[in-house]
T-cell receptor
Framework: SQQGEEDPQALSIQEGENATMNCSYK?????LQWYRQNSGRGLVHLIL?????REKHSGRLRVTLDTSKKSSSLLITASRAADTASYFC???????????FGKGTSLLVTP | DVKVTQSSRYLVKRTGEKVFLECVQD?????MFWYRQDPGLGLRLIYF???????EKGDIPEGYSVSREKKERFSLILESASTNQTSMYLC???????????FGPGTRLTVL
């Protein structure tokens, strides 16, 4: 079952601007992950943040996690046209094996 | 470099045909997954396997079966394809449960 819910569904920005997308979830988690999917391709893992972490950085990516609000945000700084993709959050599930993915945020970065 | 491959990028089948989608990973991962992705519905888990010959149903297993005879290979089988199984199928693997999953490029299946 899907637990993560991304917001907004779609986002359009210009190169150089920052892009922020949010994820809300319903039940307690051990970790939350963000993935990117280029059009018609498989998903690529971006970053994993554990439930006891509040913020994590990877290059131009910054992820925050607020377990009290059951929400996470992904910030992409100084965006590039190549960042155009769909972004998904994923939480670990009750079964412990599978991940629950949200429906994604579609990001368009125009030159 | 880690790799998950899927047997076809595009596949067109007729209603009632038996369809095999193959997935191979070269990372010695225990866990493998099959998802389908549809517009507006996101990724939905069909089946997963946590060991050879072991399988668990996901959220939408109806109309599908799976086979894991070898650690590196996880097959999705559509016993009798129907038009509502037209979708993008994504295979993934992971070393540890609940952790990073590595995805294949996907198979876009059209059932006519």
């Amino acid at each position: 079952s899907q637990q993560g819910e991304e917001d907004p569904q779609a986002l359009s920005i210009q190169e150089g601007e920052n892009a922020t997308m949010n994820c809300s979830y319903k039940t307690s988690i051990n970790n939350l992950q963000w993935y990117r999917q280029n059009s018609g391709r498989g998903l690529v893992h971006l970053i994993l943040i554990r439930s006891n972490e509040r913020e994590k950085h990877s290059g131009r990516l910054r992820v925050t996690l607020d377990t009290s609000k059951k929400s996470s945000s992904l910030l992409i700084t100084a965006s590039r046209a190549a960042d155009t993709a769909s972004y998904f959050c994923a939480t670990d599930s009750n079964s412990g094996y599978a991940l629950n993915f949200g429906k994604g945020t579609s990001l368009l970065v125009t030159p | 470099d880690v790799k998950v491959t899927q047997s076809s990028r595009y596949l067109v089948k007729r209603t009632g045909e038996k369809v095999f989608l193959e997935c191979v990973q070269d990372m010695d991962h225990e866990n493998m997954f099959w998802y389908r992705q549809d517009p507006g519905l996101g990724l939905r888990l069909i089946y997963f396997s946590y060991d050879v010959k072991m399988k668990e149903k996901g959220d939408i297993p109806e109309g599908y079966s799976v086979s894991r005879e070898k650690k590196e290979r996880f097959s999705l089988i559509l016993e009798s394809a129907s038009t509502n199984q037209t979708s993008m199928y994504l295979c993934a693997s992971s070393l540890r449960v609940g952790h990073e999953q590595f995805f294949g490029p996907g198979t876009r299946l059209t059932v006519l």
